[in-house]
């Protein structure tokens, strides 16, 4: 375009490379971290000692954090299926407010909501009834509903209806065309959903810190309270683990998507 | 990146309900109640596990400290309680939450003005930028979005502390390092890495769907780039600019990880959420002053919600661009 300006355009790239060195220049560092003798920037010394120093301990963390993740993600999609249904589909009062209920466990912010769950599991029976780590799962299938909801009432929305009276037309009952024509259909927005979501389970920071018993330490909590060690190669290792985590997982849901794209 | 975002403001921003042509009453009646009937888990769920809990956070906040160990839940005690503006009265009057209120809401309002205006900038030149380095830059920059917080404030904390390659940079030059963590500058910092992305991806759409044909006429009228971003991109895009802006405020008022990393767990640098976090993690936690904390974050959530819908209801029904 002719109207261009060379110097704002100069002006905004210089900006934006800025901000992304401010992002990813802190994670190479970590990086760099996790590898080094010493406490220092640009290690002299190189070691994979932080790596293997308590592996085992490592992989029970990892082994924790999908012990939650993965119920919790399995139980939204339980949950979250029919309501997408309903707000794709379906004609009713208050469906704007419910549009924005879905979103609350987003909005409120984490500390409050691990707050408030202390306080309820601390009430009366439950504590008594439920162990503590199904508490956690049931609250981390309310955090990952946001997070499913939303591609799925995309997709559901987007999917062609005629399809579906096709199947019904021909005599096959509702249910049977919602599994064998709806379902496939959607899966790949599904999959993206159940991807993030496992990735939101996996990254929760303070509900899970308010919510863990003693004896159970997800990856995310045992970063946190390996920052009171005063060993920051340590923690830099464990955060690495925990970021190539989340990326493999991110990188999935973009290979999911593209391959339904095409 | 994918268009599936995972993030706080596009519930808000982007969702449109289909019409399914115009059904009779009594079809409509039999479609709502089949609709609640589908909505029933989720609905169940949402009110055990975030209204029961918040409500009685805000009854107990309002509740006598005499009564913070009573179970609000149970109808029984209700007679017993009473309720009262002193624990609110409390907070205003400790010098030191006082300041950690202010302390917080002045940190959050400067990373989210501050992001406003880089998050636009950069939104309006990275959104239609072509070829392999800007969707580098563009994936690097979402990235925060994905990535655990934790590990966000954690690796923020070694880049800008003594032993950090900022410093390793910067002494060489300078002679004398230069010391950010734990302090407020590095938190408003932090906060900012958290946010961009949010604001970014919300601003692009919007400046996307800005109609070529009226950028190209503030062209030929012989307006410069710069006069056209002021003057014609910018208002096009006000109400999604502003309404990511509100939510993103609220946002970082309950951001707790970057504060409790990057702030120092609270002792340099107050901020309420941290306050929250440590007062529930203690063995003798103060129920009633942490439901009145609680309370006000709630409040400002909901608040940020609501007006953040409005702005952008007004804007669609005005006929202008979202």
Known sequence: ?262 | MTALGTELGQGALSRTTTATGEPGPSARGRQASRAWLLMLPFLVLYVVFIVVPAVSIVLKSFASQSTQGIEILNPANWGGIHFTLDNYGELLGDDYIRGMIGNTVLIAAIAVVATTVVGTLIAYELGRGKGRFAAAVRWIISLPVYLPSIVIAFSLLLFLGPNGLLNAAVRPIFGTGIDLIYSSTAVTLGTMVVLLPIHIRVVAAAIENIPANLIEASASLGAGELRTLVSVVIPMARASILAALILNFAFAVGMVEIALIVGGGGLKVPYLPVEILQRTTSFNPDVSETSAMSTILIVIALLGQAISMIIIKRSSRGGVSQ
């Open chain 1, 1 to 262: 375009m002719a109207y261009r300006s060379r110097w704002l355009k100069y002006v905004l790239w210089a900006i934006s490379i800025l901000v992304a060195l401010g992002i990813v220049l802190p994670l190479i560092s970590m990086v760099l971290f996790s590898f080094s003798k010493k406490i220092e920037a640009i290690p002299t010394q190189w070691t994979t000692q932080w790596y293997t120093f308590n592996s085992s301990d490592v992989a029970g963390s990892v082994g924790a954090s999908l012990v939650v993740a993965v119920p919790a993600v399995l139980i939204g999609l339980v949950v979250t299926l029919p309501l997408s249904f309903a707000m794709a589909r379906r004609q009713f009062r208050g469906k704007a407010f419910i549009d924005q209920v879905i979103v609350l466990p987003m909005l409120i912010p984490g500390t409050v909501l691990g707050f408030a769950l202390v306080g309820l599991y601390n009430t009366g029976a439950v504590r008594d009834v439920i162990p503590p780590v199904a508490f956690l799962i049931a609250a981390h299938v309310v955090v990952v509903i946001p997070v499913l909801a939303r591609p799925l009432i995309a997709a559901i929305q987007q999917l062609n209806v005629s399809v579906e009276e096709a199947s019904m037309s021909l005599g096959a009952p509702p249910l049977l065309t919602v599994i064998r024509i709806t379902l496939p259909s959607i899966l790949p927005s599904l999959l993206v959903g159940a991807i993030f979501a496992l990735a939101r389970s996996m990254t929760d920071f303070a509900i899970t810190l308010l919510l863990v018993p003693i004896d159970f330490t997800p990856m995310a909590i045992r970063i946190y309270n390996s920052t009171s060690y005063s060993i920051p190669q340590l923690t830099s290792a464990n955060s690495v683990i925990l970021l190539l985590l989340s990326l493999a997982i991110v990188g999935i849901a973009e290979l999911v998507s593209r391959r339904a794209a095409k």
